[in-house]
């Protein structure tokens, strides 16, 4: 038994359950406090971490413990801006992403350069070394922007690419800086560094998505996976360290790398996000908060000029580059202040620049001190610079994204009411309640926490009591499934004795506007399945329906190639089932390729303009030729069909053979048949009667239809 007597409260604490109870702690409090008075969670922890670190009361060691969780921190900043991007926006911005990267990275360096030379008297290795210094930033603000869920806003993409560009060209300036003093730069040293380089980049991108892929489809357990994406972070940090470049390029790479396998609105997602932003992230800001030194600003003149330069030259060079990159891409003012914020806060490169230069020394006074790279005041004035920076990153970075949160917010209000979304997923065998859970999850907007429901359905004229308790546990099941994802799934139990009239009675008196069904995987689709489903649920339930049966988990589909038949846009529910295809296109990232007549195409591409994903094209008229579509098929591409109830204007003789189609040429694949709402059924009672769901021919074209259900992006 440890006796109150036998514990040391000796400055600084060495206990490790005092240690990190005591962090956690600040952790909690600090942002809670420090929010009551308008002051970011960011600095909050960075002041935190100066008032308990060896330059304050001296509470706590910057020690091992700390740089490691501080380190693990760093690079889950950087592996969550890789993770959380829009691909397909990045992909289409890279050119202004490379603009901004080259103005952030060239104007800190020139003006750095000069005021090192002519402005505190530097030579000019060490000049150079101190601009590469003001080049590099680390994204400090970024868990702000993600928080305010602004984070695929244009501006975000662009400063997020440039500062890949920066951080790398300026690791590159402080590795041959160190290279030229040790008189290591040769032909050799370019060549090493090139070839490595490509190696490691080449495993991330190319071998990362192969693996992962693999795990995920292998193996579904929640604990496993995160393990598994937390190593793939660390590995391609280490291999980015043995290429010779910073760890964090590594990290971000790898986010970049299982983007698509990670969806956005994934329980996976959600777990990696939380555990980041409440324990390493801060961690890595109580860290940077500990290197704070007060008491050298007041031991001379020198380092508080070196400091004052350092700020004001990395702070208006930032500037600089953020305003060219608004007029230049025709930004607003709150885009602008996105961009500079994440741009300006200066911390895990800029750190590490210092320190090395600060350990290269190359020589002695007459008094025998040495002569370092860079002196102790350019290392003292790093430390000023590196609060000052991180203040004002995260107030302007705060104000630019509230405002564009604001403006998001009045376009939904404007466009979709996700109110009225309601899914509806019967569910009856356990092996396949986790797809079709996240199917939903998949279809719905992402804002929508509230539109799932799932169904069972007990026999009522059974006395065995043991179907009910069944069927609550796979509702339970359900309900954690979807829990995972921060998303609140509706219970639902029904008896009846009519699997068919059950469904049609809980989608009428809940008002669904999606019905999601599910195949068991060991069971293929029969035309006695379809046509039961067509004359019973299909003739009763106007709504859209998707019929399911997965193979492999959603995260690892690569391209979902959608087949609609001739006609479908003269249906009224082609806006709505298109609608969720554009929601799986932009909550897992994968690639919609649409089969279909010029006519249909033409409509599609309309809504492209209004919110780009990754989509391609394929002129397709005749579906007799409907088993010419398994040619293009890949190992990991899933199928989707647009299909048409008997009397609808897109119905095509040839749907009659699609479950032989099926189940001969596609089994090993994803597929989804998809049942839009058409006109001529359950004209008896007005479902959605003042819901998102109404016929297409009452509102005035296609286009206003589109603009109300997907918003200007």
């Not at 090493?192 to 495993?203: D, E, Q």
């Not at 393990?227 to 790898?254: C, D, K, P, R």
């Amino acid at each position: 038994m440890i006796l109150l007597a036998d514990l040391n409260f000796k400055l600084p604490w060495t206990n490790p359950v005092l240690i990190f109870s005591s962090i956690l702690f600040i952790i909690l409090f600090a942002p809670l406090i420090l929010n009551k008075l308008k002051i970011p969670q960011i600095i909050g922890l960075i002041i935190a971490g100066a008032i308990i670190g060896p330059y304050g009361i001296n509470l706590l060691k910057r020690d091992s413990s700390v740089i490691l969780f501080g380190t693990v921190g760093l690079l889950y900043i950087m592996f969550l801006a890789g993770l959380e991007i829009d691909l397909a926006d990045f992909k289409k911005n890279s050119k202004k992403s490379l603009i901004f990267g080259m103005l952030t990275f060239s104007i800190p360096m020139t003006l750095g350069i000069l005021a090192g030379l002519y402005v505190l008297g530097f030579p000019l290795n060490t000049s150079v070394l101190l601009a590469s210094m003001f080049a590099s930033h680390t994204l400090i603000a970024y868990p702000i922007i993600s928080k305010m869920g602004v984070a695929k806003n244009k501006a975000v993409n662009i400063t997020v690419g440039g500062t890949m560009i920066t951080d790398t060209l300026a690791l590159l300036v402080l590795a041959v800086i160190v290279g030229m003093s040790k008189g290591e730069i040769n032909s050799e040293f370019w060549l090493r560094l090139i070839i490595s380089f490509i190696i490691f980049a080449s495993i991330v991108w190319f071998v990362f998505p192969i693996l992962g892929r693999w795990f995920f489809t292998k193996f579904d357990d929640n604990i496993s996976q995160y393990i598994f994406v937390l190593a793939m972070v660390f590995l391609a940090a280490f291999l980015a360290e043995a290429a010779g470049i910073e760890a964090i390029i590594g990290a971000f790479l790898a986010g970049l790398a299982l983007n698509r396998l990670i969806p956005h609105t994934s329980a996976l997602m959600n777990r990696i996000e939380f555990v980041g932003n409440a324990l390493f992230i801060p961690f890595f800001l109580i860290g940077v908060g500990m290197l704070i030194n007060f008491r050298v600003f007041f031991e001379g003149w020198e380092t508080i000029i070196v400091a004052t330069v350092m700020t004001v030259v990395a702070t208006v060079s930032k500037f600089l580059a953020a305003w060219i990159t608004q007029k230049a891409f025709k930004f607003s003012k709150a885009q602008r202040d996105i961009i500079f914020g994440l741009s300006n806060a200066q911390a895990a490169a800029t750190l590490a620049a210092v320190l090395i230069g600060y350990n290269i020394i190359l020589g002695a006074d007459p008094s025998g001190e040495p002569i370092r790279l860079l002196s102790e005041s350019v290392l003292n004035g790093t430390i000023l610079m590196i609060l000052v920076t991180c203040t004002m990153a995260s107030f302007v970075a705060q104000k630019g994204a509230a405002v564009l949160a604001l403006e998001a917010e009045e376009d939904d209000a404007d466009t979709t009411d996700s109110k009225s979304e309601k899914i509806l997923i019967p569910v009856n065998y356990p092996e396949n309640i986790e797809e079709l859970i996240n199917l939903g999850i998949t279809i719905k907007a992402k804002k929508s926490r509230n539109s799932l429901l799932a169904l069972n359905i007990v026999p009522s004229d059974s006395q065995d009591t043991t179907k009910e308790k069944a069927a609550r546990k796979l509702l339970e099941k359900a309900a954690k499934i979807a829990s995972g994802s921060d998303n609140h799934l509706t219970e639902l139990i029904r008896y009846d004795s009519d699997i068919v009239n059950g469904i049609t009675s809980v989608v009428k008196e809940n008002k669904a506007s999606d019905l999601v069904l599910g195949l068991h995987q060991q069971h293929g689709i029969s035309d006695t399945f379809l046509g039961k489903l067509t004359e019973g649920i299909l003739k009763n339930c106007n709504i859209t329906t998707f019929i399911y049966k997965n193979v492999q988990p959603i995260s690892t589909i690569d391209q979902y190639m959608v087949v609609i038949p001739k006609g479908a846009e003269k249906e009224m529910g082609f806006a709505f089932w298109l609608l969720r295809m554009w929601n799986i296109g932009v909550n897992t990232g994968a690639k919609l390729i649409f089969y279909g007549t010029e006519e249909t195409l033409s409509y599609i591409k309309q809504v492209q303009k209004m919110q780009e994903i990754s989509v391609q094209y394929v002129q397709f008229e005749d579906w007799e030729d409907f088993l010419i579509i398994s040619r293009d098929l890949k190992s990991n591409d899933a199928l989707v069909v647009i299909l048409s109830r008997k009397n609808g204007l897109s119905f095509d003789p040839i749907m009659k053979k699609l479950p032989k189609y099926l189940n001969n040429y596609f089994q090993t694949h994803n597929y989804l048949l998809v049942y839009p709402m058409q006109e001529g059924f359950d004209k008896d009672e007005d479902l959605n009667s003042g819901s998102l769901i109404n016929p297409i021919d009452q509102i005035n074209s296609f286009k206003n239809t589109v603009t109300r259900l997907f918003g200007r992006k």
